[in-house]
């Protein structure tokens, strides 16, 4: 991985180079729920941005359940397309993604409660995996902002409106809003920006 680059080699924007990424795998109009894909994608990023994360950071946003999570099975890009991918968005970013998308969710709320050596479990193989404090904030600021965009997007549909998304199910055992916003907020004040929790408690 020395040779690849930490930042992109195209004068195309980001969400250009997503945009031509998708349409070669056949995914630009790829559903997700009510919306394509992309819109989703587009939206993580437009989040974690607005939180003045690092630009590797927006840049992840934009392709963050590439590889398929625990909660999007379906894989766009695989293991075989990691290279293309670095070479699109940067080896940074890419590294961050994977990572996103091969992390138990549930690893990662708890390692947010630690004070030192955070870690995650891979969901496929079980392996133990430590990371950098920074690498963890990165990871919960996508995490967080997947999970306020989705919760946005259920929201948005008239069915649903004022109700809390199932995407906040593995915070509390009950479907209450403020416990749910209470302790998410609680898990990330001591990892993510200001901005960052000024938004959770505004979206959810």
Known sequence: M?????????????????LGLLERKGAARFPRGDDLFVDHLVGVSTIVESWDCAATVVRAGLFHSI????????AICGDGDRAEVRELFGAD???????FCRMRRSCL?????????PYLIDRGTGARHSITPRT??????????DVLDNNTRYRCRP???????????HYVQTAGRNA???????LARRTL??????DVRRRL
């Open 193 to 198: 920006p200001p901005r960052a929790l000024a």
């Open 159 to 169: 069915a649903n409106r004022g109700r809390t998304s199932w995407f906040l199910g």
């Open 180 to 186: 749910s916003v209470r302790l998410l907020a609680a």
């Open 136 to 145: 963890l904030t990165d990871l919960v600021c996508l995490h967080i902002a």
């Open 93 to 99: 970013a890419e590294e961050l993604v994977f990572l």
């Open 109 to 117: 709320l708890r390692c947010m409660t630690l004070t030192r050596d």
């Open 2 to 18: 020395a040779d690849c680059p930490t930042e992109p080699r195209s004068e195309r924007t980001a969400t250009e180079r997503l």
């Open 67 to 74: 590889y398929g999570t625990s909660r999007f099975d379906e």
